[in-house]
């Protein structure tokens, strides 16, 4: 059955620390989309990528980067990690012409 | 601000009731989407709206365009339909906003 996967679950790190998490689908989907979710805030936008080697910042950027060298896989770095970007961060994708989004399981990232 | 508000932020109901999570925003969208986050953390999508209604199973979805606001209705609610409910929407310039969500408690 066709899936949408991140990795690790479960990550802690330090201050400054390059940390990247990985957001595989296997939909074929062209919109792949990375959120955050902090209590109080509910999802926020990082990023977003409607197709090979298109990516697009969304609501909350800063300190983040994505690269979109394939169809599937959506990789989201923190360059230098820092404690305001402890959080739970979501993998989402769509089929292009529609809305819908499969949410991937989610990464709880903690920055000390 | 918010783009995207929901009430209430959290609701506890009996098993059998009906119940009602609004849902109002302020930008022209092209989309509405109605998602579940069970209690374990996944997220899943129950509607997609962009006008008039949807209903699948005991949930029940309307959106009132020109009011800019929609309902998210659970008819003879049960203790399974615990769950946070968020309220989503894609604006017409592509940005995506959330509501913070409804914690939905229904007890036996």
């Given amino acids: 059955d066709a899936e949408i996967t991140q990795s690790p679950r479960h990550k802690i790190t330090e201050t400054g ?96 | 601000k918010n783009e995207v508000e929901q009430s209430p932020q959290n609701l506890t109901a009996q098993e059998g009731e009906f119940i009602t999570i609004n849902c109002s925003y302020s930008v022209g969208i092209s989309a509405l989407h109605w998602l579940q986050q069970h209690p374990g953390g996944g997220i899943v999508s129950l509607f997609m709206l962009s006008s008039g209604k949807k209903k699948h199973g005991r949930l029940i979805a309307t959106i009132n365009i020109q009011e800019k606001h929609s309902s998210l209705h659970i008819t003879a609610s049960h203790p399974r339909d615990s769950a946070v409910y968020i309220c989503a929407v894609r604006a017409t310039g592509n940005q995506f906003y959330f509501g913070t969500g409804t914690s939905l408690t229904v007890i036996p």
């Fill in chain 1, 17 to 112: 620390r390059q940390v990247t998490l990985a957001c595989h689908q296997t939909w074929n989907h062209n919109n792949m989309f990375w959120y955050r979710q902090d209590l109080g805030h509910g999802l926020r936008l990082i990023h977003y990528s409607y197709g090979v080697h298109d990516t697009n910042k969304g609501e909350v950027s800063d300190g983040y980067s994505v690269s979109r060298s394939n169809t599937e896989d959506l990789p989201l770095t923190l360059e230098s990690a820092a404690s305001s970007q402890t959080s739970v961060y979501f993998c989402a994708s769509s089929t292009s012409g529609t809305d819908t989004q499969y949410f991937g399981p989610g990464t709880r990232l903690t920055v000390l």
